[in-house]
T-cell receptor, first 112, second 112 residues
Framework: ETGVTQSPTHLIKTRGQQVTLRCSSQSGHNTVSWYQQALGQGPQFIFQYYREEENGRGNFPPRFSGLQFPNYSSELNVNALELDDSALYLC???????????FGQGTRLTVV | AQRVTQPEKLLSVFKGAPVELKCNYSYSGSPELFWYVQYSRQRLQLLLR??SRESIKGFTADLNKGETSFHLKKPFAQEEDSAMYYCALRGAGGTSYGKLTFGQGTILTVHP
């Protein structure tokens, strides 16, 4: 079992609301990536943070934003929620550029 | 652009039969290829990566740059191999750095 923990595990929000998802990093892991996994699809890269700076972003609009804290924990914020934002959100942390990424168990977001 | 294709959404075999999960990729540089597995009610976890060239749980995968493929193989499938398998590619630099691009996944079912 890895040390990557996501909270909450499930969440229901209304269209137009804002949501914050959290990810605690495994010890020593300074890089975190966030992924969106729609039903029946593989995970899609949202963005990546390294030492509190965003250093990579996928094809997601600016209403998807993030933060990484000095202890390397991380948040994913989504504003103006849309029905299509309903998905499983995964975070993955790793210790360096050429190391294995460890995934959290995910947060299931439902937008109604 | 990075792209990973897993042509089979579902694959069923009987215990003891050989199994091959197909993965093709598109990437202009030298990619790093991975196979991730997700067992029922568990988080996504790394099965193997091409640079390790090792066999994990009897599975092997060879990177074929000519055919741009990274198929996962096991000579004798076991019931406990039943899971969702994702092929993934990690880019080497630029805005792709660290980003994992996943295929859509193949659900493997091994029947007794």
């Amino acid at each position: 079992e890895t040390g990557v923990t996501q909270s909450p595990t499930h969440l229901i929000k209304t269209r137009g609301q804002q949501v914050t998802l959290r990810c605690s990093s495994q010890s020593g892991h300074n890089t975190v990536s966030w992924y969106q996994q729609a039903l029946g699809q593989g995970p899609q890269f949202i963005f990546q943070y390294y030492r509190e700076e965003e250093n990579g972003r996928g094809n997601f609009p600016p209403r998807f934003s993030g933060l990484q804290f000095p202890n390397y924990s991380s948040e994913l914020n989504v504003n103006a929620l849309e029905l299509d934002d309903s998905a499983l959100y995964l975070c993955a942390t790793r210790a360096g550029s050429n190391t294995e990424a460890f995934f959290g168990q995910g947060t299931r977001l439902t937008v109604v | 652009a990075q792209r990973v294709t897993q042509p089979e959404k579902l694959l069923s075999v009987f215990k003891g039969a050989p199994v091959e999960l197909k993965c093709n990729y598109s990437y202009s540089g030298s990619p790093e290829l991975f196979w991730y597995v997700q067992y029922s009610r568990q988080r996504l976890q790394l099965l193997l990566r091409h640079i390790s060239r090792e066999s994990i749980k009897g599975f092997t995968a060879d990177l074929n740059k000519g055919e741009t493929s990274f198929h996962l193989k096991k000579p004798f499938a076991q019931e406990e191999d039943s899971a969702m398998y994702y092929c993934a590619l990690r880019g080497a630099g630029g805005t792709s750095y660290g980003k994992l691009t996943f295929g859509q996944g193949t659900i493997l079912t091994v029947h007794p």
